[in-house]
C-alpha cells in the first residue's frame, strides 16, 4: 500500500510531465490508427463536395494554393482532401500560383495525396507562380496562355493539357485556398469562372461569409476542420481526419482534467486540508 | 537532401521536446542553437535593411539621414558609465514616436470606435438582439467601473465592479478555451510529421532513453 | 487643415489631454486623490523579499512587445516597473536579471540596472535574445537551470506569455504578471499568482511612485472614464429613439 | 559641456517626435505628410541601428561565460557557432540560405512553438480549479469553448456551438471593449506622464 501511496505521490508532484505525456500519446495514435471519430458536418462542405461530384471526366479546375508553409496545419489538410477527390473524379487541373510559396506547396500536396495514373503534362500540370497578386490574378484571368514555361520550364506549347486551355472561361470550377484577406482572388475571378470553392482558416470565415450569401463565391470549407468533413464526405480518412480526431481526444482529454482538478481539489477543501 | 533535413528537424524536435520530461544537455543545446541561429538571420535581415533604407539612400545624395544614424549610434553609449546619458536621446525619438502614433489612435480607434456600435436601431431588430445588446452593455460598462482607481470599490461600485470583473473572467475563459483549440493543432503537425519515416525510427530510441533515464533516476 | 470626420475626434482629444495637464497641476497644488489597493503591485514588494530570503534570482521579461506604435505605453510601463523593482532588489541585495527581446530596449535596461546597482551591476544581468522563439526556449530552459524565486512578466506580451508563466510556475517562482494585449490578458490572469489587467499596469509606474503629481494624472484617468460611460449612455439613449448618436456627435 | 548631461533634452526630443506622430494622424497637409513619413523612416532606421546592442549584450553575456568557464559555458560555443554558419549561409548562397533557415531552422522553432500548447494545458489544470466564484466563471466559459473546437461535441450536442458564439459575440466582447478603453485611456495617461517628465522610464 505504502508503495501505491509513494507512486500517486510522485506522479501529483509531477503532474505535468503526466499530462504532457497524455497529450503526445493522444496527439500520436490518431497519426498511426485515423479512428474517424464522427463529427458534424456542415452545409457549406457537402456544397462543395455535391459540386465536385458533378464534374465530369476530363472538365478543366484551376486550383490555386495561395498559402505560406507555416500555416499549412490551418488550410493544408483540406488542400490535401479536395485535390484528391478531384483527381478521384479524373477531371483535368491546372494548378497556379499567386503566392512565392505555392508551386512548392502544390507539389507536397500532389506527393501526399493518391493520383493513380494521372500523367504530368495531360492531366494535371503545375504552372508556377505569377508574381503582382492582383495585378498577376487580373492578366491571368484576361489570357491564362499568358504563361510561356510551367514550374519546371518545360514550354507551355508542348503540354497537352494547355491545348483546351484558351480563355478563363474553359475553366469549370476555381479553388483557391488563402489565410486571411480572400478579397482579391474573388474580386478579380468572380463572374469569370462559373463556380469559384475557398479553402480558409476557420479565423477568416466572418470575412468569407458575406461573398458565399452574395453569391460570389459558390462554397468554401472553414480550414482543417471542413477537411475532415469533406474526408467523412468522401469516406476516405486522411491527414484532416486524424487531425480532427487528435484535436477531439486531446480536448476530451483537458476536459477530464479540469473535472479531475476540480474534485480532487473540492475533495481536499472539504477535508479541511 | 530533403531526407537529412527530415531527420535533423526530427532530431530536433525530439531533443527540444525533451524538456517536457526534464532539463536535460539536449534541451540545452537546441535551445543555444537556435538563439544563434535567430541571431544570425536577425543580422542578416537588418544589414540588409540598414542597407536599403540607409546606405543606399545616403550615397544617392540623402544626406540628412545622418542624424537619425547618429541618434540610433547613440545608444551603444548605454554600456558606458561615463556617456550612458546620451543613449537617452535615441531612446526619446523612438519612444516619443511611438507614444504620438499610440495615442493619435487611440480616441478614434480605441474610445470612440468602441462606443460607436452601441447604437442599435431597436424598431429593426427582435427580442434577442437586444437582450444580447443590454449584456454587451452592461458588461462593458461595469468592467470600465473595475478600473476606476480613485474609489474604494464599495457600495454600488463595488457591485459594478464585482459584476465587471465577473464578465472579463467569463471572457477571459472563453478566450483561453479557443486558443488551446489552434495552438494544439502544432503539436499535432508535428506528431504528423514524426509519425512518417525515416523520423518515426527515432521515437523507439528517444522512449528508450527516458525510460532509462526514469529506472536510473529512481522515480524522483 | 484637421481632417474633417476627425474633427470632433479632435476636439475631444485636446479636452482629454487638457483634463490631464489640470488634474496634474491641482495635484502637485496640494491636493493628490487616494487610490485604492493594487493588489499586483503590492505583491511585487513581497516577491522581492521573497528572492532575498531564497538568495534565488528574480527575472523580469517584457515581452517581444517593441517601443512603436500601439505596443509603446505598455512597454514603457513595464521598462517604469523595471527600473522600480530593480532599485527595490538592489536596495535589497537580490539580484534582478532582464531577458530583452528587443534591441531598442537593451539601453534603457543597461541604464537602469546601472543606475539602481551602481558598483554591483554585472552586464549578465541583462540577456539579449533576437526572437521570440529564442525568447521562449531561453526562458524555458534558464528558468528550469536557475529556479528563480520570482518571476515578473510586465510589458507588450504576445505568443510567448503562456510559456514564460507556465514555466515560472514550474520552477515554483512567485509571479507578477501584467498586460494591456487583449488576447494574452486571459493567460497572465489565470497562470500568475497577481495580475495587471490593461490600464492597471499602465498606472502602475504612477502608483508605484507615489507623487502627487503622478497620481493627478490617475485622477483625470477616472473622469475620462466617466466622460466614455456617459458617452455610451447617450448612444443608449439615442437607440431608444431611433437616433444615431453619431450623426449628432459627427464621430 | 555639461547641458548635454540635462535631463530636458531628451525631454524636447521625446516632444517633438510625440506631436509629430499624435497630431500628423488629424492634421492634412502636404508638408505635415512628408514630415510625417520622414518621422516614421528615421525611426525604423535607429531601430535598426540599435539590433547592434543587443549584439553586445549577447556577446558579453556569453563571452564572459566562456572566459569564466561558468557552469554550461560549453554551450555558448554553440551559440557563436550557429550565429556563424547561419550568417555565412546567408551570404554563401540563396540556397544555402533556404536550406538551413526554411527546411531547418523553421520546422525546428515550431517544435519550440508547440510548447504553448503543452504550458496551455498544464497551466489549464491548474487555472480551471473553481477556488472562487470568478474562478468559477472563467472555468465555465473556458469549459464550453473547448467543448465548441473539439469537433466531436458538435454530433452529440448540437447546441454548444451556438452557446459557444454566443459567448464570444457577447459578454466576453462587452469586456473586451471596456479592456480596450481602458487600455486607450490609460495610453493617454502614460504618454501625458512621459511628456511632462515624471515617468522616468529612460530619462533618469
Same mark, same amino acid.
Given at each position: 500500500?505504502?508503495?501505491?501511496?509513494?507512486?500517486?505521490?510522485?506522479?501529483?508532484?509531477?503532474?505535468?510531465?503526466?499530462?504532457?505525456?497524455?497529450?503526445?500519446?493522444?496527439?500520436?495514435?490518431?497519426?498511426?490508427?485515423?479512428?474517424?471519430?464522427?463529427?458534424?458536418?456542415?452545409?457549406?462542405?457537402?456544397?462543395?463536395?455535391?459540386?465536385?461530384?458533378?464534374?465530369?471526366?476530363?472538365?478543366?479546375?484551376?486550383?490555386?494554393?495561395?498559402?505560406?508553409?507555416?500555416?499549412?496545419?490551418?488550410?493544408?489538410?483540406?488542400?490535401?482532401?479536395?485535390?484528391?477527390?478531384?483527381?478521384?473524379?479524373?477531371?483535368?487541373?491546372?494548378?497556379?500560383?499567386?503566392?512565392?510559396?505555392?508551386?512548392?506547396?502544390?507539389?507536397?500536396?500532389?506527393?501526399?495525396?493518391?493520383?493513380?495514373?494521372?500523367?504530368?503534362?495531360?492531366?494535371?500540370?503545375?504552372?508556377?507562380?505569377?508574381?503582382?497578386?492582383?495585378?498577376?490574378?487580373?492578366?491571368?484571368?484576361?489570357?491564362?496562355?499568358?504563361?510561356?514555361?510551367?514550374?519546371?520550364?518545360?514550354?507551355?506549347?508542348?503540354?497537352?493539357?494547355?491545348?483546351?486551355?484558351?480563355?478563363?472561361?474553359?475553366?469549370?470550377?476555381?479553388?483557391?485556398?488563402?489565410?486571411?484577406?480572400?478579397?482579391?482572388?474573388?474580386?478579380?475571378?468572380?463572374?469569370?469562372?462559373?463556380?469559384?470553392?475557398?479553402?480558409?482558416?476557420?479565423?477568416?470565415?466572418?470575412?468569407?461569409?458575406?461573398?458565399?450569401?452574395?453569391?460570389?463565391?459558390?462554397?468554401?470549407?472553414?480550414?482543417?476542420?471542413?477537411?475532415?468533413?469533406?474526408?467523412?464526405?468522401?469516406?476516405?480518412?486522411?491527414?484532416?481526419?486524424?487531425?480532427?480526431?487528435?484535436?477531439?481526444?486531446?480536448?476530451?482529454?483537458?476536459?477530464?482534467?479540469?473535472?479531475?482538478?476540480?474534485?480532487?481539489?473540492?475533495?481536499?477543501?472539504?477535508?479541511?486540508? | 537532401?530533403?531526407?537529412?533535413?527530415?531527420?535533423?528537424?526530427?532530431?530536433?524536435?525530439?531533443?527540444?521536446?525533451?524538456?517536457?520530461?526534464?532539463?536535460?544537455?539536449?534541451?540545452?543545446?537546441?535551445?543555444?542553437?537556435?538563439?544563434?541561429?535567430?541571431?544570425?538571420?536577425?543580422?542578416?535581415?537588418?544589414?540588409?535593411?540598414?542597407?536599403?533604407?540607409?546606405?543606399?539612400?545616403?550615397?544617392?545624395?540623402?544626406?540628412? !539621414?545622418?542624424?537619425?544614424?547618429?541618434?540610433?549610434?547613440?545608444?551603444?553609449?548605454?554600456?558606458?558609465?561615463?556617456?550612458?546619458? !546620451?543613449?537617452?536621446?535615441?531612446?526619446?525619438?523612438?519612444?516619443?514616436?511611438?507614444?504620438?502614433?499610440?495615442?493619435?489612435?487611440?480616441?478614434?480607434?480605441?474610445?470612440?470606435?468602441?462606443?460607436?456600435?452601441?447604437?442599435?436601431?431597436?424598431?429593426?431588430?427582435?427580442?434577442?438582439?437586444?437582450?444580447?445588446? !443590454?449584456?454587451?452593455?452592461?458588461?462593458?460598462?461595469?468592467?470600465?467601473?473595475?478600473?476606476?482607481?480613485?474609489?474604494?470599490?464599495?457600495?454600488?461600485?463595488?457591485?459594478?465592479?464585482?459584476?465587471?470583473?465577473?464578465?472579463?473572467?467569463?471572457?477571459?475563459?472563453?478566450?483561453?478555451?479557443?486558443?488551446?483549440?489552434?495552438?494544439?493543432?502544432? #503539436?499535432?503537425?508535428?506528431?504528423?510529421?514524426?509519425?512518417?519515416?525515416?523520423?518515426?525510427? !527515432?521515437?523507439?530510441?528517444?522512449? #528508450?532513453?527516458?525510460?532509462?533515464?526514469?529506472?536510473?533516476?529512481?522515480?524522483? | 487643415?484637421?481632417?474633417?470626420?476627425?474633427?470632433?475626434?479632435?476636439?475631444?482629444?485636446?479636452?482629454?489631454?487638457?483634463?490631464?495637464?489640470?488634474?496634474?497641476?491641482?495635484?502637485?497644488?496640494?491636493?493628490?486623490?487616494?487610490?485604492?489597493?493594487?493588489?499586483?503591485?503590492?505583491?511585487?514588494?513581497?516577491?522581492?523579499?521573497?528572492?532575498?530570503?531564497?538568495?534565488?534570482?528574480?527575472?523580469?521579461?517584457?515581452?517581444?512587445?517593441?517601443?512603436?506604435?500601439?505596443?509603446?505605453?505598455?512597454?514603457?510601463?513595464?521598462?517604469?516597473?523595471?527600473?522600480?523593482?530593480?532599485?527595490?532588489?538592489?536596495?535589497?541585495?537580490?539580484?534582478?536579471?532582464?531577458?530583452?527581446?528587443?534591441?531598442?530596449?537593451?539601453?534603457?535596461?543597461?541604464?537602469?540596472?546601472?543606475?539602481?546597482?551602481?558598483?554591483?551591476?554585472?552586464?549578465?544581468?541583462?540577456?539579449?535574445?533576437?526572437?521570440?522563439?529564442?525568447?521562449?526556449?531561453?526562458?524555458?530552459?534558464?528558468?528550469?537551470?536557475?529556479?528563480?524565486?520570482?518571476?515578473?512578466?510586465?510589458?507588450?506580451?504576445?505568443?510567448?506569455?503562456?510559456?514564460?508563466?507556465?514555466?515560472?510556475?514550474?520552477?515554483?517562482?512567485?509571479?507578477?504578471?501584467?498586460?494591456?494585449?487583449?488576447?494574452?490578458?486571459?493567460?497572465?490572469?489565470?497562470?500568475?499568482?497577481?495580475?495587471?489587467?490593461?490600464?492597471?499596469?499602465?498606472?502602475?509606474?504612477?502608483?508605484?511612485?507615489?507623487?502627487?503629481?503622478?497620481?493627478?494624472?490617475?485622477?483625470?484617468?477616472?473622469?475620462?472614464?466617466?466622460?466614455?460611460?456617459?458617452?455610451?449612455?447617450?448612444?443608449?439613449?439615442?437607440?431608444?429613439?431611433?437616433?444615431?448618436?453619431?450623426?449628432?456627435?459627427?464621430? | 559641456?555639461?547641458?548635454?548631461?540635462?535631463?530636458?533634452?531628451?525631454?524636447?526630443?521625446?516632444?517633438?517626435?510625440?506631436?509629430?506622430?499624435?497630431?500628423?494622424?488629424?492634421?492634412?497637409?502636404?508638408?505635415?505628410?512628408?514630415?510625417?513619413?520622414?518621422?516614421?523612416?528615421?525611426?525604423?532606421?535607429?531601430?535598426?541601428?540599435?539590433?547592434?546592442?543587443?549584439?553586445?549584450?549577447?556577446?558579453?553575456?556569453?563571452?564572459?561565460?566562456? $572566459?569564466?568557464?561558468?557552469?554550461?559555458?560549453?554551450?555558448?560555443?554553440?551559440?557563436?557557432?550557429?550565429?556563424?554558419?547561419?550568417?555565412?549561409?546567408?551570404?554563401?548562397?540563396?540556397?544555402?540560405?533556404?536550406?538551413?533557415?526554411?527546411?531547418?531552422?523553421?520546422?525546428?522553432?515550431? $517544435?519550440?512553438?508547440?510548447?504553448?500548447?503543452?504550458?496551455?494545458?498544464?497551466?489549464?489544470?491548474?487555472?480551471?480549479?473553481?477556488?472562487? &466564484?470568478?474562478?468559477?466563471?472563467? $472555468?465555465? $466559459?473556458?469549459?464550453?469553448?473547448?467543448?465548441?473546437?473539439?469537433?466531436?461535441?458538435?454530433?452529440?450536442?448540437?447546441?454548444?456551438?451556438? &452557446?459557444?458564439?454566443?459567448?464570444?459575440?457577447?459578454?466576453?466582447?462587452?469586456?473586451?471593449?471596456?479592456?480596450?478603453?481602458? &487600455?486607450?485611456?490609460?495610453?493617454?495617461?502614460?504618454?501625458?506622464?512621459?511628456?511632462?517628465?515624471?515617468?522616468?522610464?529612460?530619462?533618469?
Amino acid at each position: 500500500m505504502s508503495e501505491k501511496g509513494g507512486l500517486i505521490e510522485v506522479l501529483g508532484r509531477n503532474y505535468r510531465q503526466v499530462i504532457w505525456i497524455g497529450v503526445l500519446i493522444l496527439c500520436f495514435l490518431p497519426a498511426f490508427v485515423p479512428l474517424g471519430i464522427p463529427i458534424s458536418i456542415d452545409k457549406l462542405t457537402i456544397k462543395a463536395y455535391k459540386c465536385i461530384e458533378e464534374l465530369e471526366p476530363g472538365d478543366l479546375v484551376l486550383v490555386s494554393p495561395d498559402f505560406t508553409p507555416g500555416m499549412w496545419v490551418e488550410v493544408g489538410p483540406a488542400m490535401n482532401a479536395i485535390m484528391q477527390h478531384l483527381f478521384m473524379k479524373k477531371v483535368r487541373i491546372v494548378i497556379v500560383s499567386f503566392y512565392i510559396d505555392g508551386p512548392v506547396l502544390a507539389e507536397k500536396i500532389l506527393r501526399e495525396i493518391d493520383i493513380g495514373d494521372a500523367k504530368y503534362g495531360v492531366d494535371y500540370v503545375n504552372l508556377g507562380y505569377l508574381p503582382g497578386m492582383e495585378t498577376a490574378m487580373a492578366a491571368f484571368v484576361e489570357n491564362p496562355r499568358r504563361i510561356e514555361y510551367d514550374y519546371y520550364g518545360t514550354p507551355v506549347e508542348e503540354l497537352e493539357i494547355m491545348k483546351d486551355v484558351k480563355s478563363i472561361g474553359d475553366f469549370k470550377l476555381y479553388i483557391f485556398a488563402c489565410v486571411t484577406w480572400p478579397d482579391p482572388w474573388i474580386r478579380q475571378f468572380s463572374g469569370k469562372v462559373p463556380k469559384i470553392i475557398t479553402v480558409i482558416s476557420p479565423a477568416a470565415i466572418s470575412l468569407v461569409m458575406p461573398y458565399v450569401s452574395g453569391g460570389q463565391l459558390y462554397s468554401m470549407l472553414p480550414g482543417t476542420k471542413g477537411g475532415a468533413e469533406y474526408e467523412a464526405l468522401m469516406k476516405r480518412p486522411g491527414v484532416a481526419t486524424s487531425i480532427m480526431d487528435a484535436t477531439s481526444l486531446c480536448l476530451t482529454f483537458v476536459m477530464l482534467l479540469v473535472i479531475v482538478g476540480n474534485i480532487s481539489y473540492w475533495r481536499k477543501r472539504l477535508r479541511g486540508e | 537532401m530533403e531526407v537529412i533535413a527530415s531527420l535533423i528537424v526530427a532530431i530536433l524536435t525530439l531533443m527540444a521536446w525533451s524538456m517536457l520530461y526534464r532539463e536535460t544537455v539536449f534541451y540545452r543545446f537546441v535551445e543555444h542553437l537556435i538563439i544563434g541561429f535567430s541571431m544570425g538571420y536577425t543580422l542578416y535581415i537588418t544589414i540588409d535593411t540598414l542597407k536599403k533604407i540607409w546606405i543606399s539612400p545616403m550615397l544617392a545624395g540623402n544626406w540628412i !539621414l545622418i542624424i537619425p544614424a547618429i541618434l540610433g549610434f547613440l545608444l551603444y553609449t548605454s554600456f558606458s558609465e561615463r556617456y550612458r546619458y !546620451l543613449s537617452r536621446w535615441g531612446i526619446a525619438a523612438i519612444a516619443g514616436s511611438g507614444a504620438g502614433f499610440a495615442v493619435g489612435r487611440a480616441v478614434p480607434v480605441q474610445i470612440i470606435g468602441q462606443i460607436k456600435p452601441f447604437f442599435l436601431n431597436l424598431r429593426e431588430v427582435g427580442a434577442p438582439a437586444i437582450i444580447n445588446w !443590454l449584456v454587451v452593455i452592461i458588461t462593458t460598462v461595469t468592467t470600465l467601473a473595475y478600473f476606476t482607481f480613485t474609489r474604494e470599490h464599495k457600495g454600488a461600485l463595488g457591485w459594478a465592479a464585482k459584476i465587471g470583473r465577473w464578465s472579463m473572467m467569463a471572457a477571459f475563459g472563453a478566450t483561453f478555451g479557443a486558443t488551446i483549440g489552434c495552438d494544439l493543432l502544432y #503539436i499535432i503537425e508535428r506528431c504528423i510529421f514524426l509519425h512518417k519515416a525515416p523520423q518515426v525510427y !527515432l521515437l523507439p530510441i528517444a522512449i #528508450i532513453v527516458i525510460v532509462v533515464d526514469i529506472l536510473r533516476r529512481g522515480g524522483k | 487643415m484637421i481632417k474633417g470626420e476627425l474633427a470632433s475626434t479632435f476636439v475631444v482629444l485636446l479636452v482629454f489631454i487638457a483634463l490631464y495637464l489640470y488634474c496634474i497641476y491641482r495635484a502637485v497644488r496640494g491636493k493628490p486623490p487616494m487610490i485604492r489597493k493594487v493588489p499586483g503591485l503590492d505583491a511585487m514588494e513581497e516577491a522581492i523579499g521573497r528572492a532575498v530570503e531564497m538568495g534565488r534570482p528574480i527575472y523580469y521579461s517584457t515581452g517581444v512587445g517593441s517601443l512603436d506604435g500601439g505596443d509603446m505605453p505598455m512597454t514603457m510601463a513595464g521598462m517604469t516597473l523595471l527600473g522600480y523593482s530593480a532599485s527595490l532588489a538592489a536596495s535589497r541585495g537580490a539580484e534582478l536579471r532582464y531577458i530583452a527581446a528587443v534591441p531598442q530596449l537593451v539601453p534603457i535596461a543597461e541604464d537602469m540596472l546601472r543606475t539602481a546597482y551602481r558598483d554591483a551591476y554585472k552586464p549578465e544581468q541583462i540577456t539579449f535574445v533576437p526572437s521570440q522563439v529564442a525568447l521562449m526556449s531561453t526562458i524555458v530552459g534558464t528558468y528550469e537551470r536557475e529556479k528563480p524565486a520570482a518571476n515578473f512578466l510586465l510589458g507588450a506580451l504576445y505568443w510567448e506569455t503562456v510559456v514564460i508563466a507556465e514555466a515560472g510556475a514550474r520552477a515554483g517562482a512567485m509571479q507578477v504578471g501584467g498586460t494591456g494585449r487583449l488576447y494574452q490578458v486571459p493567460f497572465v490572469v489565470a497562470l500568475c499568482d497577481y495580475s495587471l489587467i490593461g490600464e492597471e499596469l499602465l498606472a502602475a509606474g504612477a502608483y508605484v511612485s507615489r507623487e502627487p503629481s503622478q497620481l493627478g494624472s490617475i485622477l483625470a484617468s477616472d473622469i475620462i472614464r466617466f466622460i466614455t460611460i456617459a458617452l455610451i449612455i447617450i448612444y443608449v439613449i439615442g437607440s431608444l429613439f431611433g437616433v444615431d448618436a453619431s450623426t449628432i456627435l459627427r464621430f | 559641456m555639461s547641458w548635454v548631461r540635462r535631463r530636458e533634452i531628451p525631454l524636447l526630443i521625446f516632444a517633438i517626435t510625440f506631436i509629430i506622430g499624435c497630431f500628423g494622424y488629424y492634421i492634412e497637409h502636404p508638408a505635415m505628410g512628408k514630415i510625417y513619413s520622414t518621422l516614421f523612416d528615421w525611426v525604423l532606421l535607429m531601430s535598426n541601428l540599435a539590433l547592434g546592442t543587443g549584439l553586445i549584450a549577447m556577446t558579453l553575456y556569453h563571452g564572459k561565460k566562456i $572566459a569564466k568557464r561558468e557552469k554550461g559555458y560549453e554551450m555558448s560555443f554553440v551559440v557563436f557557432g550557429a550565429l556563424i554558419l547561419m550568417f555565412v549561409s546567408c551570404y554563401a548562397s540563396p540556397a544555402s540560405r533556404e536550406y538551413l533557415y526554411a527546411k531547418i531552422y523553421t520546422p525546428a522553432s515550431i $517544435a519550440i512553438l508547440c510548447f504553448t500548447g503543452f504550458s496551455e494545458i498544464s497551466g489549464l489544470y491548474r487555472a480551471f480549479r473553481v477556488r472562487s &466564484v470568478e474562478a468559477f466563471f472563467l $472555468a465555465l $466559459a473556458g469549459f464550453i469553448l473547448l467543448m465548441h473546437f473539439a469537433p466531436v461535441y458538435g454530433f452529440f450536442i448540437p447546441g454548444v456551438e451556438k &452557446v459557444a458564439s454566443w459567448l464570444l459575440d457577447n459578454p466576453a466582447m462587452g469586456a473586451s471593449r471596456g479592456i480596450v478603453i481602458g &487600455v486607450a485611456i490609460g495610453t493617454i495617461a502614460i504618454a501625458i506622464r512621459v511628456l511632462l517628465g515624471y515617468e522616468k522610464a529612460y530619462t533618469g
